[in-house]
């Protein structure tokens, strides 16, 4: 890793303040695998998950959930899981990226590109996207507890505090 990179981690929060959202129309928490995975592994890692939510693929809801977690200061940053296929009611792109202030389009293509590895051809299915509203930092994984575990170790616990840092900077 280049001296520069490094020396962008240093001054990174350690720990963070997160909501992790579910987005199903089936799931519950009591079913919902792949959001108790994200909680699991991001709290492994030393952060807070401050708030959970499992919503229904209504991209309405999905935004104005985004929007609230944008207006709170204690929050550092919003994992999503589900809806980023490509069937009909996965629509969680579209509403998320109606509102990013910054897209962050290498989360998507690295997301992918591991994958790709793992999976095959099949990870074009996969729209996972990340970027900030305002100074939030949100990112959307697929549904499946592969892909939140991949997502996870090989992408946002490794880069998030670093993220979150650039996002906040005045």
Do not use: W
């Not at 579910?22 to 807070?48: C, K, M, P, Q, Y």
Request: with cysteine; aromatic share 2%; net charge negative.
């Amino acid at each position: 890793m280049s001296d520069s990179v490094t020396g962008h981690r240093a001054g990174a929060l350690r720990s963070l303040n997160l909501a992790v959202v579910t987005v199903s129309d089936t799931r519950t928490i009591e079913t919902d695998t792949s959001g108790r995975l994200l909680v699991e592994l991001a709290e492994s890692a030393g952060h807070h998950v401050a708030a959970r939510e499992i919503i229904r693929d209504e991209p309405d809801d999905l935004r104005g959930l985004i929007r609230q977690y944008a207006d709170r200061d204690d929050l550092h940053a919003v994992l999503i899981t589900g809806g980023t296929g490509i069937s009909p009611r996965d629509r969680t792109p579209e509403a998320v990226s109606a509102i990013l202030t910054k897209p962050i389009p290498g989360f998507g293509e690295l997301f992918r590109m591991l994958s790709h590895a793992e999976i095959g051809s099949a990870c074009i299915l996969s729209r996972a996207l990340g970027g900030l509203v305002d100074r939030l930092v949100v990112l959307a994984l697929p549904g499946s507890r592969a892909a939140v575990e991949l997502g996870m170790t090989r992408i946002i616990l490794p880069e998030l505090p670093h993220l979150v840092a650039e996002a906040r900077k005045v």
